[in-house]
């Protein structure tokens, strides 16, 4: 499945039983030579909590907490397999357990809307040493190749480097984007979103993933975004974010502090996996 291009296996937790090794199983199963092929691997779980967990393998097997573009298509395959068939959802991350909205066409899940909870914006709990533990990282200047440039720092329950260029490009992208990911300032690496502004309701956005490099899209860096535009007073609490593999629709609620997420799930194929040795 594939969120605005965001890919990865999905293993049916609820009648599969799973290997020890997931580490192993996700670097083997991402591999797009010798694999399935995707950004990783994520397992759809019986949960005690909510209507099923999520796991979330990056390719090179490291887990991360969540997943934004992942959610929505667990919350698909729960709604269309009827693992639970109600419009409004729970899932269990490692983030906490997020409610979820189905928008049906057809009878199948078509676009979902997350609430995403609340951003933390303090530098220990993204965690960076970008700026002392009580205080916000908001355009803080960062030197990399040769490049200098600002960072504000969110995490939407797994950190998020946000930086607003004039054009983005593959030196920032893919030269830039893996030495911040494992800058000594991140102790828990980081993602790094590069963004341009088109209008304060709309930006273009590409991502260096931790753990997985460039990605097609992630939904929790697109919300990290939607936060970082509005701290630096370069968006609208509400935008539409165009990524490679498609477009969200986001809206940082001043009300509720929580940021939504609205954007399409896809099932593109269902398989066997031979398990290797």
């Given at each position: ?224 975004v939607c936060v970082a535009g509005v701290l630096t007073g370069r968006t609208d609490r509400t935008i539409v974010n165009n990524l490679i593999g498609g477009q969200l629709r986001l809206t940082w609620d001043e009300a509720t502090n929580h940021v939504m997420m609205t954007g399409p799930a896809t099932e593109v194929f269902t398989g066997r996996w031979q398990v290797q040795s």
């Open positions: 499945m594939h969120g605005a291009g965001n890919d990865y296996v999905y293993v049916n937790g609820f009648t599969n039983s799973l290997p020890k090794d997931l580490e192993k199983l996700a670097i083997d199963i991402s591999h797009r030579r010798f694999g399935v092929g995707g950004d990783g691997l994520i397992l759809i779980l019986p949960s005690k909590q909510a209507d099923a967990q999520m796991r979330m393998f990056n390719a090179d097997g490291s887990e991360s907490e969540m997943c934004g573009n992942g959610i929505r298509c667990v919350a698909k395959y729960v709604y269309d397999h009827g693992i639970a068939t109600r419009e409004q959802l729970r899932i269990e991350t490692g983030a906490g357990i997020l409610s979820l909205q189905v928008h049906a066409k057809n009878g199948l899940a078509d676009q979902i809307t997350v609430d995403m909870g609340e951003p933390r914006l303090e530098a220990s709990l993204i965690p960076t040493t970008l700026a002392p533990a009580g205080q916000q990282v908001i355009n803080v200047p960062i030197e990399i190749k040769g490049h200098k440039l600002f960072a504000t720092c969110v995490s939407m329950g797994n950190p998020h480097c946000v930086i607003f260029v004039p054009e983005i490009d593959d030196e920032l992208v893919l030269g830039v984007g893996p030495l911040i990911e494992k800058d000594d300032r991140f102790p828990k690496k980081v993602n790094v979103e590069f963004v341009e502004v088109l209008a304060r309701g709309e930006v273009n956005q590409r991502t260096w993933e931790r753990g997985s490099g460039e990605t097609w899209a992630c939904g929790t860096g697109a919300s990290a």
